[in-house]
């Protein structure tokens, strides 16, 4: 029950600190065993897993993730122009689309219309869409979101995520105890499960991005660019072993 102490991590009950800030959030994927893949039996059972630990269930969600790539020749770009990009529309910010731009270390937030004018310019195409979708759970002064990775207009399973948000804190620094505190109970409770596999936290360094320790949206945007080359790098290497 909530109000227990799980190692040094004391939860709450139901209880929401009012903040004017951005609460801090962590963005995991699952990284499958040696010879093994993602499937959905593992995702069922991670949602099960939130709610076997009293997560209540609160909805959906959903969030998109494109790489483009620019259509003319490496000659005719220039230096000036990036060639490739991640474009990454989130699910509590609807009318904003965000560009990162991995290779000048640059975040940069646009209204949604912007992917209308680059599709008129023809600048650049799309290389890869993926939809990342899934429940939502509450736990006290955290918020879970687990779901699947799937190609957009596609069923096929290329990944799991989950974000892990603490609400009273805003601050990247000052979350890390509380937040890591509550990934090793998570961990703990998946262990019991006995799945290929487990979540990882890669930590982007953000500051190359310019971006502060006060936490926001652009935060978020640069972790699902984080996470989703490392999800293709882990699928690729898996794919050349066998």
């Known amino acids: 029950m909530w109000g227990r102490e799980w190692g040094k991590l004391k939860i709450a009950p ?89 290779g000048q270390r640059l975040v940069v937030e646009a209204e949604t219309s912007i992917q209308a004018i680059m599709e008129k310019l023809q600048s650049y195409k799309t290389r890869v869409a993926l939809n990342f979708e899934g429940n939502q759970y509450q736990l006290g002064d955290f918020q879970l979101r687990v779901g699947k990775v799937v190609p957009m207009h596609s069923e096929s399973l290329r990944g799991i995520v989950m974000e ?41 360094n953000f500051r190359e991005y310019g971006l502060t320790d006060q936490y926001s949206f652009q935060h978020t945007a640069v972790q699902y660019a984080s996470i989703t080359a490392q999800m293709i790098a882990t699928s690729q290497g898996a794919n050349q072993q066998r």
């Not at 490496?74 to 904003?96: C, M, W, Y």
């Not at 990247?172 to 105890?177: D, N």
Request: charged share 20%.
């Open 164 to 204: 892990m948000e603490y609400l009273p804190i805003s601050s990247w620094e000052k979350s890390h105890q509380m937040m890591g505190d509550f990934f090793d109970l998570w961990q703990e409770a998946l262990s019991k499960r006995s799945l290929s596999g487990h979540f990882v936290h890669n930590e982007p």
């Open 14 to 102: 139901f209880h929401f600190r009012v903040t004017s800030a951005m609460p801090i959030k962590w963005i995991l994927h699952w990284q499958p065993n040696p010879g093994t893949t993602v499937n959905s039996q593992i995702l069922s059972e991670v949602s099960q897993c939130a709610e076997s630990i009293n997560g209540v269930k609160d909805g959906r969600w959903k969030s998109t993730l494109s790489f483009y790539k620019a259509m003319g020749r490496e000659q005719t770009i220039g230096n000036e122009f990036p060639r490739d990009f991640v474009g990454i529309s989130l699910a509590e910010q609807p009318s904003k689309y965000f560009l990162v731009i991995r």
